[in-house]
């Protein structure tokens, strides 16, 4: 990957997470990459390979992969069109446009402006980048173990990386990074929230299942269905992949816990990584035996995510405040 379009992002040890699970933390920083999450690595490596052959370029996206699309395009001079869902929050529109992308609101959740982005494949014959399933899009996510690595010497392995999934990209970049750096035997631990759990769902059920709707409101991990090599690498014997699911309530406390923490904004998708620290997931693991007592460094994947500001943050603490009062109204009302 000679010229490419994200950045070499700092590994940070956290003190306050450190504390919160009993061994170091290194947080590997993707919310500082220029498009604001670590997809500008896979998305930018993609786009880069389909340049010669493309006269425009069309995403599906809950978000942060149309702005890593975008940013992309932008710097190669290539016209892009990015889809995005309702239920992305209205200022990344904006976000995007600013990148110079055409936007378009296509539907409820990613899965409707997939669809649209694959009939303008073949009506106005652009270019598909989809935001999680493609190899190059891992090959280009896999550089962020490499980095990893190299930053922490070799002295330094990690007892677990953890990561978000939403439709499994970054998932199965971190495999094949792991394998580039023959750290196959570091297990990772793929973090979801309740309502947008396409791969812990696929596991319990023994195939690949596709989710009725998306009902987190992590939305940038809302694929209803995950992608087969992520559902093969969490079967297979040679890496282990340990699937958890958090609530909205939990990505949400350690989003605010986080920020608190190391004065940084994430969003939910993120938060689900987060709260495996924060919601004492991993102490969980390490009680059931999964995870050894004592435990290597953890390597965080700080994920990032353009879609959340103060004011969404905010405004999603009432939702989940409200839907929590009602849950308690509703089971008194069934008794
Ligand atoms: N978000 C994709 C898919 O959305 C998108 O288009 O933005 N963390 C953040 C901040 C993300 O934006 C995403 C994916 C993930 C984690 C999960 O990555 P994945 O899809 O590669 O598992 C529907």
Not at 24 to 30: A, I, P, S, W
Not at 41 to 60: E, M, T
Not at 69 to 80: D, S
Not at 113 to 138: C, K, M, Q
Request: net charge neutral; aromatic share 6%; proline share 4%.
């Amino acid at each position: 990957m000679a010229e490419h379009f994200h950045i070499n992002t700092p590994l940070l040890e956290s003190a306050a997470m450190s504390k919160h699970v009993g061994t170091t933390v290194y947080l590997k920083m993707e919310n500082c990459q220029p498009s604001g999450s670590f997809k500008i690595r896979g998305i930018g490596y993609l786009c880069q390979q389909l340049k010669s052959q493309s006269k425009g370029f069309v995403c599906s996206s809950g978000g942060n992969a149309g702005m890593a699309a975008a940013y992309a395009t932008r710097k190669m001079g290539v016209p892009a069109t990015v889809l995005i869902p309702s239920s992305t929050p209205h200022f990344v529109v904006q976000r995007l446009e600013d990148q110079g992308a055409l936007v378009k609101i296509v539907g409820k959740v990613w899965d409707d402006a997939n669809a649209e982005a694959l009939r303008l494949v073949e009506t106005e014959g652009l270019s598909y980048v989809p935001p999680f399933d493609h190899p190059l899009i891992w090959k280009g996510h896999s550089s962020l173990v490499a980095e990893a690595a190299a930053t922490l010497g070799p002295n330094v392995k990690p007892g677990a990386v953890l990561l978000s999934v939403g439709g499994g990209g970054l998932l199965c970049g971190v495999v094949q990074g792991l394998k580039d750096v023959g750290w196959m035997d570091v297990p990772i631990i793929a973090m979801e929230t309740l309502g947008a759990d396409c791969l812990n769902a696929s596991l319990k059920a023994g195939r690949m299942v596709t989710l009725d709707d998306i009902t987190s409101e992590a939305k940038s991990l809302g694929a209803k269905r995950v992608c087969a090599k992520a559902f093969e690498y969490s079967r297979s014997q040679e890496v282990t992949i340990i699937s958890e699911v958090v609530t909205d309530q939990q990505a949400l406390h350690a989003v605010e816990t986080f920020l608190d923490d190391q004065r940084v904004l994430v969003e939910m998708a993120c938060g689900a990584t987060l709260a495996a620290v924060y919601s004492r997931v991993v102490h969980r693991l390490q009680a059931e035996g999964r995870l050894p007592a004592r435990l290597r460094p953890l390597l965080v994947i700080v994920c990032g995510g353009c879609n959340v500001n103060a004011e969404q943050l905010s405004q999603l603490k009432q939702k989940l405040q409200k839907k929590a009062i009602f849950g308690v109204h509703q089971k008194n009302a069934e008794q």
